[in-house]
């Protein structure tokens, strides 16, 4: 019997079909066990539709139909997951009304600045024209008329270089600066404000009201808390509360009221066509500036400043966002070189106080300074008023009308938590002739031009906003929930199903036939 030589390459070709035979059994075991688990899957899961996949007992083109619109609702799902998650990566705070009835108790009383429409004081430019050292060309009434050059750093005038040079050099010699100027010129608070009320007590107004520097020059000021020292007489400021006042009720009795003197007969300089007063609403904090809540109140009336006050806080899920998610500062976040706390108008202020010396290497008196900023002089008027659009308007710094906050470079972010004080005003004239109220407050006072105004809450309870995250992971969790289970129907069982199917049951199968 002869034995057949197997030639080398018979062995080699051997061996491959043996290899291809080897894998095609091991895909077809794999092809199987896949089948298997997803046809258990389809006919155990809750899943919509899965079932009718692999059920037997209806026609091909069924099945088909089926897995169309179970991938068509799969790719929907994952599409609308996908939205939902830009969504919430866009938006990572929202605002929302907590409550209509929130205790006005619990809501500082704002700070309330009473600004003259008279800048100047007539009777005081008059005397200090008279006392200062004057060119020959120059007479003392002349220079009292010049002095209405100091209100162009505003802006609102025509130009008079020739002015402003002859008054810089009267001012020099003088040894006297704007600020100094100011300072004897304009209306005083303390002849301004006759009489004053605070909760239904009358009160010494010099106790309550303080001078400040505003937008309008020199004003006074209640309850106001924005610089780091108070301009209150030394024998004044401890008595005075280093936090803002509050009240635990409402109506004109129950808030401010002080009878102020406009001077009609000193007038000298203003800006407006009227006689009286401007009065600023803001925040005990804030830099009363034009973006306050303002009211004129004009000579001869009685004037109901009603305020409806809001308040925004924010809950602890926004402190511990990152600063560019929340895009808000706390007011013991932002630092402040002038005022006592950081809030959006305060940095907006100091910035254009910045931007200004940047320009012109000085700031005009009336703005935020700590002192370490040289005051503008006259030579400098036509420096402040060319770039007072670069520096006043909404985003300063920059030009164009469609550029971002993120272009300006201000960089000052709005408040996490704020006051707000919308207000109403009705007036009527003063007369006293048939009024039996409040005999006391107008005791020894002749009425001729002044003013009454109240300021009050017109309500016990205020809007509260909350400023809290878009979607913490439970709403995250709650809207992809929805969603799957609008639209798949998918729990977590499912998904336990989904793992158990193809993991853990094919390893039981396989381990176990092993040890048979």
């Known amino acids: 019997m002869h034995k057949r030589i197997i030639t080398v390459s018979e062995k080699v070709l051997n061996e491959n079909r043996f290899n291809e035979v080897t894998k095609r059994k091991d895909t077809e075991e794999k092809e199987s066990w896949f089948s298997q688990s997803f046809r258990e899957f389809c006919s155990a899961t809750a899943l919509h539709g899965y079932s009718y996949i692999v059920r037997k007992d209806i026609s091909r083109w069924e ?10 609702a799969l790719i929907t799902s994952i599409i609308l997951l996908w939205v ?19 205790a006005v108790s619990n809501v500082p009383f704002p700070a309330v600045s009473i600004c003259g429409m ?20 120059v007479t003392a009434t002349e220079l009292s008329k010049m002095f209405r050059l100091l209100l162009h750093f505003e802006g609102i005038s025509k130009p008079d270089p020739n002015g402003y040079a002859l008054l810089n050099e009267i001012l020099i010699s003088n040894n006297m600066t704007v600020a100094s100027v100011f300072k004897e010129i304009s209306p005083n608070c303390t002849n301004m404000l006759e009489r004053c009320k605070w909760k239904g007590t009358q009160t010494r107004c010099d106790s309550l009201f303080q001078t400040i520097y505003t937008s309008e020059g020199i004003c006074c000021s209640f309850n106001y808390l924005g610089l780091p020292k108070s301009n209150f007489p030394s024998k004044l400021e401890s008595s005075n509360p280093k936090y803002p006042r509050r009240v635990t009720a409402c109506g004109y009795l129950t808030g401010l009221t002080f009878l102020a003197k406009p001077f009609v007969q000193d007038y000298h300089s ?3 066509s009227s006689m009286g007063f401007r009065v600023y609403i803001h925040n005990s904090y804030d830099y009363p500036d034009d973006n306050a809540e303002t009211k ?44 006592s706390r950081y809030s959006y108008v305060n940095c907006m202020a100091e910035c254009r106080s910045n931007l200004i010396y940047e320009l012109c290497g000085c700031v005009p008196f009336e703005f935020p300074n700590n002192g370490t900023l040289p005051t503008c002089a006259m030579d400098k008027v036509e420096c402040v008023t060319e770039h007072k659009q ?20 201000c960089k000052c972010l709005p408040d996490c938590e704020l006051y707000q004080y919308p207000s109403e005003i009705s007036s009527g004239r003063l007369n006293r002739t048939f009024s039996y109220n409040s005999m006391n407050f107008f005791k ?21 906003y909350r400023k809290d995250v878009y979607q913490n992971w439970l709403g995250v969790l ?16 499912t998904g336990f199903e989904l793992i158990y199917f193809f993991t853990i049951r094919p390893l039981f199968d396989r381990f176990g036939k092993r040890k048979q």
């Open 63 to 72: 099945r088909i139909g089926w897995a169309v619109i179970v991938v068509a």
């Open 478 to 493: 709650a809207s992809f929930g929805g969603l799957l289970g609008l639209l798949l129907g998918f729990s977590f069982v």
């Open 270 to 272: 203003s800006y407006l």
């Open 390 to 409: 670069f520096y006043s308007g909404a985003l300063p710094g920059v030009n164009s009308t469609s550029a971002s906050r993120e272009d300006s470079p």
């Open 296 to 339: 004129t109140v004009g000579a001869k009336l009685e004037a109901f400043i009603s305020l409806s006050p809001e308040s925004t806080y924010s809950t602890p899920s926004v402190y511990n966002l990152p600063l560019k998610d929340r895009d808000c500062y706390f007011p013991k976040e932002g630092k402040m070189n002038t005022m």
């Open 118 to 137: 008279n800048r100047i004081s007539l009777e005081g430019a008059n005397r200090l024209a008279e006392r200062m050292k004057l060119p020959d060309n």
């Open 84 to 102: 939902s998650w830009e969504w919430n990566a866009e938006t990572k705070t929202t605002t929302v009304i907590e409550s209509t009835h929130y």
């Open 444 to 464: 020894d006072i002749n009425l001729e031009d002044q003013s009454l105004i109240h300021v009050y809450f017109i309500d016990l309870v205020s809007t509260r």
